[in-house]
């Protein structure tokens, strides 16, 4: 089978490791980081033709989903045709191995050739060394960004995903030399299936879909995505886009989050984008009841609570205007820095 061609050896630290060795490390000797990729080798080696993942809950309640070797393969390539990586490249993991996005990293290692350099997860990861492809998290570009910002260049490709990109990180990428590229993509998608630029001369608000993956849209207007390699058919996801062409979208927000106020549909994520410039704090619109248009648009700002005097007519229509304005020391969030609306909510009083 298709998979099986890359079961055999890889780069790792500028060695050449044979991956029939996972099967006889002690694994319970090592940090969790390294278990864990480990655990991963050892499942991408053994009889069985798919892997098993647990979803982020991006398209329903999470849950432990099984996926074809072969649609991993797929991605890998898709990915390295897209950035035009080549072998011995030198790639950089320093995500989670138990997530889609750090097992996609091994994978990419194993079918197009790289050196891949891990590294235990942090929010600020170590670039010390010249790397041609990396993966990351805003919460950990972000965390570069803050502290060592000049790093950040060491990296010739850097693919962001997890999370939206925040106003902060665009500010402060538009003159490093690195490519950085934001990714849309699910675990049921095998990591991401588009991409668009971030900085740099070809920066676009607009997703590129990669080859052999066709999208449309479901009566909520939320994208559908339809690829045989992947094993996926008209794959309903949660968010909300605008279909430009047939391989390009733009994402608008996310259609569990939508507040319907009055029979307007206002999407959060909109009203935010419009924010960005004028708020300095991570924050958020949300749905608040309201007695008379049953739900209107509120805010929620991270931080200490300050006197807020935005005027808030110069920037939004009428109706996406806040009603109320509240303050939280800290917001939830998941390991990829992603903002947990509803959990974080419940500590609002």
């Known amino acids: 089978m298709f998979w099986r061609k890359y079961i055999h050896s890889f780069m790792v630290n500028d060695e050449v490791f044979q991956l029939s060795k996972a099967n006889t490390i002690n694994i319970d000797s090592l940090p969790p980081w390294l278990k864990d990729h480990y655990l991963f080798i050892r499942e991408w080696i053994n009889d069985k033709d798919y892997i098993k993942v647990k979803t982020s809950g991006s398209t329903g309640n999470p849950k432990t989903i099984k996926i074809h070797k072969n649609a991993f393969v797929f991605s890998a390539l898709n990915t390295g045709k897209y950035l035009k990586l080549n072998p011995k490249d030198k790639a ?9 996005a750090g097992k996609m990293m091994i994978v990419r290692t194993f079918v197009l050739g790289l050196n891949l350099f891990w590294q235990r997860p942090s929010s600020t990861p170590e ?9 990351m998290t805003p919460m950990q570009l972000q965390g570069i960004l803050t502290t060592n910002k000049s790093t950040i260049n060491n990296i010739d490709k850097l693919i962001i995903g997890g999370a939206p990109v925040n106003s902060y990180i665009l500010d402060n990428i538009s003159i490093l030399k690195t490519k950085i590229y934001e990714t849309y993509g699910m675990t049921e998608t095998v990591s991401h299936i588009a991409i668009k630029s971030i900085n740099g001369n070809k920066k676009s608000e607009y997703f590129s879909v990669l080859p052999d993956i066709k999208i449309g849209i479901d009566k909520r207007k939320c994208l559908t995505i339809t690829s045989d390699k992947l094993h996926v058919n008209k794959l309903a996801s949660n968010d909300l886009v605008e279909i430009i062409s047939n391989n390009k979208f733009k994402w608008l927000g996310r259609f569990d989050n939508v507040i319907n106020s009055g029979g307007i549909k206002l999407v959060p994520e909109q009203i935010e984008a419009k924010l960005k410039k004028s708020i300095k704090n991570d924050f958020y619109i949300f749905g608040i009841q309201d007695p008379l248009l049953t739900n209107v648009p509120a805010l929620v700002i991270e931080g200490k609570p300050e006197k807020f005097n935005l005027d808030f007519t110069k920037v939004l229509d009428k109706f996406e205007i ?3 304005i509240y303050f939280l020391k800290k917001f939830i969030r998941t390991d990829s820095g992603k903002i947990k609306r509803k959990e974080t909510l419940k500590f609002i009083t």
Do not use: H, T
């Not at 670039?127 to 993966?135: E, G, M, S």
């Open 322 to 324: 806040p009603k109320k």
């Open 127 to 135: 670039l010390n060394r010249k790397i041609d492809f990396a993966a």
């Open 92 to 100: 950089l993991l320093c995500l989670p191995g138990s997530y889609i």
